[in-house]
């Protein structure tokens, strides 16, 4: 149990397009999803956190104009970077938060490539 | 705010080492560690977790870290690696008392096992 998906695994857009990711707990419902982005040889970054039904809560220096964030439902979390840019590449990582317990599992992560 | 210090980058070691990888944190507070693995080409795994009680933790794969609270330490370790054990190796701490669910990674350590 606690299969978190993530979709599409792999992305490559071209500067300036909107790029969304999203998010999928499987098997469980997840309150609260977190987002993440890992750059090469570099650890993770939260860049955000994601509560369904309410706005998410960004990190210090994460643009949210740029990375919308949507909790639609108890499963789904999505993540759009907007009028993305070639900096933006990177491997944008999604973990879902099961109730009753403060750990997290986390999706296989996407890579977007800017070109 | 929270940080994570990883001791080593790159660890090489031949199969059968003893394996122990270093994790110190900074905020002195209420905390949960985890130790997450990241096999090649696979989405993060939690390999044990320490919340309470016995400060010695058994995860998977024989694997185990010890929570030493006044060092602020949470090393891994394992006594006989294998080839298979080649990933990269997260520590990661939650803040029990303020940041529901909020993971702070290290910088991760990479664990190459040759046979």
């Known amino acids: 149990g606690a299969v978190v998906s993530q979709h599409p695994s792999w992305v490559i857009c071209k500067s300036g397009t909107s790029v969304k990711i999203e998010c999928r707990s499987l098997?469980?419902?997840?309150?609260?999803m977190f987002w993440y982005r890992q750059f090469p040889k570099q650890s993770l970054m939260l860049m955000a956190t994601?509560?369904?039904?309410?706005?998410?809560?960004?990190e210090q220096g994460v643009e949210k104009d740029k990375f919308l964030i949507n909790h639609a439902s108890l499963t789904l979390s999505t993540l759009t970077v907007t009028s993305a840019h070639p900096e933006d590449s990177s491997f944008y990582i999604c973990?879902?938060?099961?109730?009753?317990?403060?750990?997290?599992?986390f999706g296989p992560g996407t890579r977007l490539t800017v070109l | 705010a929270q940080s994570v210090s990883q001791h080593n980058h790159h660890v090489i070691l031949s199969e059968a080492a003893s394996l122990e990888l270093g994790c110190n944190y900074s905020?002195?507070?209420?905390?949960?560690l985890f130790w997450y693995v990241q096999y090649p080409g696979q989405h993060l795994q939690l390999l044990l977790k320490?919340?309470?009680?016995?400060?010695l933790v058994k995860g998977i794969k024989g694997f185990e870290a010890e929570f030493i609270k006044s060092k602020f330490s949470f090393n891994l370790r394992k006594p006989s690696v294998q080839w298979s054990d080649t990933a990269e190796y997260f520590c990661?701490?939650?803040?029990?008392?303020?940041?529901?669910?909020?993971?702070?990674f290290g910088q991760g350590t990479i664990l190459t096992v040759h046979p």
């Open positions: 973990s879902a938060h099961r109730g009753g317990r403060n750990e997290q599992f």
């Open positions: 098997d469980f419902q997840a309150t609260t």
């Open positions: 994601s509560n369904e039904g309410s706005k998410a809560t960004y």
């Open positions: 905020y002195g507070g209420t905390v949960n």
């Open positions: 320490y919340f309470s009680g016995d400060p």
């Open positions: 990661a701490v939650i803040d029990g008392g303020t940041s529901y669910g909020k993971l702070t």
